[in-house]
């Protein structure tokens, strides 16, 4: 295993100032493995508890001028599972559910496209950015509903307005919201990978004595 040997002072003792990077290849891509699954799990639980928050929204935001002209969607879930009621509940109970599905929902449509997304489109105008993000989550939110109504025998997630497309799995009057959830997981990301962050990870480690008397044993 090779090891760095920094001197941040010149001339000063090289016993006292021998570091070792964390350049090592397999740590590397460990870290990297686990910083891919940090954020994953993240987009994941901030999914669930938006979208908990998200029925109240709706509620309030359907019963304020114009601000209600972007929540036309209905949003319903299997009718054979007693979960529509909801709709109904007065504003101040503030209920809201979600399945626990959508845990790897929201972690797949932010990680392996919003982020796809942001790196190959960052200097584009956000405007741009948040029509493809919405256009992204739309389709994938078709699709995955599908593939969860194949897989569990019950329609997770559908819409039952005008606008539904992709087997009523996703609507057109949502596009507006996936958009700007697409600009929120784009801060999310780019939060976490502010340079300072990242070099703040991949810091030197202080060296311990084997690794600090074999470094000096290499230099004599």
Same mark, same amino acid.
């Given at each position: 295993?090779?090891?760095?040997?920094?001197?941040?002072?010149?001339?000063?003792?090289?016993?006292?100032?021998?570091?070792?990077? +964390?350049?090592?290849?397999?740590?590397? @891509?460990? %870290?990297?493995?686990?910083?891919? =699954?940090?954020?994953?799990? $993240?987009? !994941?639980?901030?999914?669930?508890?938006?979208?908990?928050?998200?029925?109240?929204?709706?509620?309030?935001?359907?019963?304020?001028?114009?601000?209600?002209?972007?929540?036309?969607?209905?949003?319903?879930?299997?009718?054979?599972?007693?979960?529509?009621?909801?709709?109904?509940?007065?504003?101040?109970?503030?209920?809201?559910?979600?399945?626990?599905?959508?845990?790897?929902?929201?972690?797949?449509?932010?990680?392996?496209?919003?982020?796809?997304?942001?790196?190959?489109?960052? +200097?584009?105008?956000?405007?741009?950015? @948040?029509? %493809?993000?919405?256009?992204?989550? =739309?389709?994938?939110?078709? $699709?995955? !509903?599908?593939?969860?109504?194949?897989?569990?025998?019950?329609?997770?997630?559908?819409?039952?307005?005008?606008?539904?497309?992709?087997?009523?799995?996703?609507?057109?009057?949502?596009?507006?919201?996936?958009?700007?959830?697409?600009?929120?997981?784009?801060?999310?990301?780019?939060?976490?990978?502010?340079?300072?962050?990242?070099?703040?990870?991949?810091?030197?480690?202080?060296?311990?004595?084997?690794?600090?008397?074999?470094?000096?044993?290499?230099?004599?």
């Amino acid at each position: 295993m090779e090891h760095s040997v920094l001197s941040p002072h010149s001339g000063s003792d090289s016993r006292s100032s021998i570091h070792v990077r +964390r350049g090592d290849l397999k740590r590397n @891509a460990r %870290l990297k493995l686990t910083f891919a =699954l940090f954020r994953f799990c $993240l987009y !994941g639980m901030v999914g669930l508890s938006s979208e908990i928050f998200f029925y109240n929204l709706v509620r309030i935001a359907r019963h304020v001028p114009l601000l209600e002209v972007l929540f036309r969607f209905q949003w319903r879930v299997d009718d054979r599972l007693p979960l529509n009621d909801i709709w109904d509940t007065p504003i101040v109970a503030a209920y809201g559910q979600c399945s626990l599905w959508m845990f790897l929902i929201y972690g797949v449509a932010c990680f392996f496209f919003v982020e796809a997304i942001y790196r190959r489109t960052f +200097r584009q105008h956000t405007l741009l950015r @948040a029509v %493809l993000y919405g256009h992204a989550i =739309l389709v994938f939110e078709g $699709l995955s !509903g599908v593939f969860l109504e194949k897989l569990t025998g019950y329609r997770i997630w559908y819409y039952a307005d005008s606008g539904a497309i992709l087997w009523e799995m996703t609507s057109l009057y949502i596009l507006p919201i996936w958009m700007v959830t697409g600009l929120i997981a784009e801060f999310i990301y780019r939060e976490l990978m502010d340079p300072d962050l990242v070099a703040a990870l991949e810091s030197p480690l202080p060296a311990t004595p084997e690794e600090t008397e074999a470094s000096l044993q290499l230099m004599q």
